[in-house]
């Protein structure tokens, strides 16, 4: 069964400091991992995604990282602030696959104190 | 701006009665999603449409169906809620240009 497995479940980090979640996946046809970030009573929204033909991409303060010999990959959130609180989900999918479906994490969720 | 919406945010329903769960998207997108999200599982795949009328069974399919009449609106059906299948529900729809899942806000259902 494809998986993605994500760690860790939940995470406090002081304001100003880095946040760090990591995924891992085994299926090697996946070809874009995105991540998504959910507020309480919100649905997820799309944060910051990659494909595997580079290492690393980096959007403001979210750098995702990415090895593709370890099959993992991994969010940074430099700068940590308390509106960054949220639930994070890593994710994985075979792009022009029948349906690009996005094969999901458990989630992390992140608290940032002030 | 994409839009996706659903009919309730909170829903009480008994056991054994039948639940329609409704989700529009305004964006013309082709494929929909419907997730459920429970604390420490993530959003596990219940069904997906890549078409009106096309349908697909996700990771947990058992005790749902779905409809896809319109290309804007998908909805789920549980025909006979059981307390199993208290839960938040969300639905996605999909941008095949950019590869991204619009959510909607989610509907929390409680079955007692």
């Known amino acids: 069964q494809q998986q993605v497995k994500q760690s860790p479940q939940s995470l406090i980090v002081q304001k100003g400091g880095i946040s760090i979640i990591n995924c891992a996946y085994e299926?090697?046809?996946?070809?874009?991992f995105p991540w998504y970030q959910q507020f309480p009573g919100k649905g997820p929204a799309l944060l910051i995604a990659?494909?595997?033909?580079?290492s690393e991409k980096k959007e403001g303060r979210f750098t995702i990282s990415f090895n593709k010999s370890a099959k993992q990959f991994s969010l940074h959130i430099m700068d940590s602030q308390p509106g960054d609180s949220a639930t994070y989900f890593c994710?994985?999918?075979?792009?022009?696959?029948?349906?690009?479906?996005?094969?999901f994490g458990t989630g992390t969720l992140l608290a940032v104190q002030p | 701006d994409v839009k996706v919406t659903q009919s309730s945010r909170y829903l009480v329903k008994r056991t054994g009665e039948k639940v329609f769960l409704e989700c529009v998207q305004d964006m013309d997108h082709e494929n929909m999603f419907w997730y459920r999200q429970d604390p420490g599982l993530g959003l596990r795949l219940i069904y997906f449409?890549?078409?009106?009328?096309?349908?697909e069974k996700g990771d947990i399919p058992e005790g749902y169906s779905v409809s896809r009449e319109k290309k804007e609106r998908f909805s789920l059906i549980l025909e006979s809620a059981s307390t199993n299948q208290t839960s938040m529900y969300l639905c996605?729809?999909?941008?095949?240009?950019?590869?991204?899942?619009?959510f909607g806000p989610g509907t929390r259902l409680t079955v007692t």
């Open positions: 990659i494909r595997p033909d580079v």
């Open positions: 996605a729809s999909l941008s095949g240009t950019h590869n991204e899942q619009y």
């Open positions: 299926n090697t046809a996946f070809d874009y």
């Open positions: 994710a994985a999918s075979r792009h022009g696959g029948a349906t690009n479906k996005l094969i």
């Open positions: 449409s890549y078409d009106v009328k096309m349908k």
